[in-house]
């Protein structure tokens, strides 16, 4: 069965890059066909898609954050990291990671991983 | 706000239907399927329905989902309290370059 797992500092300084990792276990990233993404949910908010990669490397960004977000995948440790740039107070979230699907316009997101809540403050 | 547009909130009493609708436009909606998912409290959201009305296994045949133009809608039938989660509508977006958008959510309280 297919996990995810994120991992990362919980609590990030005010314009300071936020780093999250995502492990996959029980499948291989570049075994399949899939696309790997990130979302995230302010507290007490609805969802936001930040982005994904195919496992041969290509990305698609949220057009909204697209200037301070690079995916990237390493398939010898079946991981895939998000980076986000700059980051304020407004970037607090729990940030999930997902499979995405077989194609980047059908986002069929499954499964998600637990998700961490990352705080942004001084 | 959000690009897809949802009720803030939705209720019913144990077995009842109820439905949740989602308004979008040509560009995602309009062209592009529908997911829809399901966060109970706490928790990860989990796929509910995907290309517009396909239950992934494991799905109870309660769930069904609905696209017509650019307009989805989730219907759910024999209400039960376990139900009482929070509801988000996903579809692509050609705009920009593309991307994944969302609905803003609708909570959904089994009275």
């Known amino acids: 069965q297919l996990q995810l797992q994120e991992s990362g500092p919980g609590l990030v300084k005010p314009s300071e890059t936020l780093s999250l990792t995502c492990t996959v276990s029980?499948?291989?990233?570049?075994?399949?066909?899939?696309?790997w993404g990130w979302i995230r949910q302010p507290p007490g908010k609805g969802l936001e898609w930040i982005g994904s990669?195919?496992?041969?490397?290509?990305?698609y960004y949220n057009p909204s954050l697209k200037s301070r977000v690079t995916i990237s995948v390493d398939t010898s440790k079946n991981q895939f990291s998000l980076k986000l740039s700059s980051v304020t107070a407004a970037d607090t979230a729990v940030y999930y990671c997902a499979r995405q699907g077989t194609t980047v316009t059908t986002p069929l997101i499954d499964p998600w991983g637990q998700g961490t809540l990352v705080t942004v403050s001084s | 706000q959000s690009v897809l547009t949802q009720p803030p909130s939705a209720s019913g009493t144990p077995g009842q239907r109820v439905t949740i609708s989602c308004s979008g436009s040509s560009s995602n909606i309009g062209s592009n399927t529908v997911n829809w998912y399901q966060q109970l409290p706490g928790t990860a959201p989990k796929l509910l329905i995907y290309s517009n009305n396909q239950r992934p296994s494991g799905v109870p045949d309660r769930f069904s989902g609905s696209k017509s133009g650019t307009s989805a809608s989730l219907a759910i039938s024999g209400l039960q309290s376990e139900d009482e989660a929070d509801y988000y509508c996903a579809a692509w977006d050609d705009s920009l370059n593309g991307s994944v958008v969302f609905g803003g959510g609708t909570k959904l309280t089994v009275l």
């Open positions: 029980g499948g291989s990233i570049s075994s399949s066909s899939y696309y």
């Open positions: 990669i195919y496992y041969s490397g290509s990305t």
